[in-house]
């Protein structure tokens, strides 16, 4: 069974830094493509940063050059971390999960990986 659980979230001023981290359980890294996607209440979930089997990212632009994903395959553990942030950014950030790559990891909007995790939230406040 897979399982997903998200930790890291909090409330942090405009310009700080949080360095979010996902427990995976029931997959393989050497099957399963890993990303994060985040939410807004009232909008839709948008993909925010994605991981290859062979390390290949991709990121959604309005987070280039600030957030990175990165994985310890001794833990199996993803983690993006997140600088430079700004209110924008506010939202509720889930682990993501598909074995298998497909629109969802070129975060094209509209598709959707098919694991989640139950999310970590982070306020980011100016």
């Known amino acids: 069974q897979v399982r997903l659980v998200e930790s890291g979230g909090d409330s942090v001023e405009a310009g700080g830094s949080l360095r979010l981290s996902c427990t995976a359980y029931?997959?393989?890294?050497?099957?399963?493509?890993m990303g994060w996607f985040r939410q807004v209440p009232g909008k839709e979930r948008e993909g925010v940063a994605t991981?290859?089997?062979?390390?290949?990212?991709r990121y959604a632009d309005f987070v280039k050059g600030r957030f990175t994903i990165s994985r310890d395959r001794s833990r199996n553990m993803v983690f993006l971390q997140m600088n430079n942030l700004t209110p924008e950014d506010t939202a509720m950030y889930y682990c993501?999960?598909?074995?298998?790559?497909?629109?969802?990891?070129?975060?094209?909007?509209?598709?959707?990986?098919?694991?989640w995790g139950q999310g970590t939230q982070v306020t980011v406040y100016s």
């Open positions: 029931g997959i393989s890294f050497d099957e399963y493509y």
């Open positions: 993501v999960s598909h074995r298998g790559a497909g629109s969802w990891w070129y975060l094209q909007p509209g598709y959707f990986p098919d694991y």
């Open positions: 991981l290859s089997l062979r390390e290949n990212t």
